[in-house]
């Protein structure tokens, strides 16, 4: 069995959302979203490591939640983030332990992610590289120029929407992350970094409950999905 470690970039300022306090700490039937993350990873047989990245304001608070996991998970740590998801998530990088052989990486504001997705992930990264959750397109999509005019519309069969968790072989993701840094990139998830390296990443179909919480109708949605799951 691979031992698994799960980064949880929890260090963004939720703007969309416009709440008081940053999206994984807004409650869903009183339990914060980022534990009800921390909890789906903490059940995964796999999951050796969580580390969590976030603001230094919420550094104590993490601690807190992260009590909570002590004698679950065999490692738990917490960093402070970074000016974009992307740093946030390299910062995680310093606590990862020697006898890790894949990275997971896991937005804090989707708690809904499932088990079976999770496994399935860690198998296919562990025979090809990488593989990440996603789900076909839904909407057409397209490409405009800068006056907002059509320049053209993709295939939609061909298009995928990336969710995550995000699983990697360990020393794939750290050289990923390592050249997008020197090289100044800045990619809008993890698999995209480990592509432009010539990395083979597979999409592993997910399903739509696993939604990233973004905007306030997002939290109205997720409290139905949790009462439909009957838990907490
Ligand atoms: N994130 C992070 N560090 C950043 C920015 C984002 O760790 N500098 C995290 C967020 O906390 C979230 C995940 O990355 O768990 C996905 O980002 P997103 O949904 O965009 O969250 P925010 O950036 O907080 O929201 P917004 O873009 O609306 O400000
Ligand atoms: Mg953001």
Known sequence: MSKLAVIIPAAGSGSRMGARVPK?????????ILEHTIRAFARVDEVDQIIVSTSSEWIIEVKTILENFKGEVKSLDVVVGGKERQDSIYNAFSKISVEIDLIAVHDAVRPFICKELIKECCETASAVGGAIVAVPAKDTIKKVNIDLVINSTPDRSDLW??????????????????SAI???????????????????VKIIEGDRRNLKITYPIDLKVAELILDERGEE
């Open 24 to 32: 994984p700490f807004l409650k869903l039937r009183g339990v914060s």
């Open 161 to 178: 929407q990336a969710q995550t968790p995000q699983i990697f072989q360990k020393n794939l993701l750290i050289e990923a992350y390592d």
């Open 182 to 200: 020197q090289e100044k990139f800045m990619g809008t998830d993890d698999a995209s970094l480990v592509e432009r390296i010539g990395g083979v």
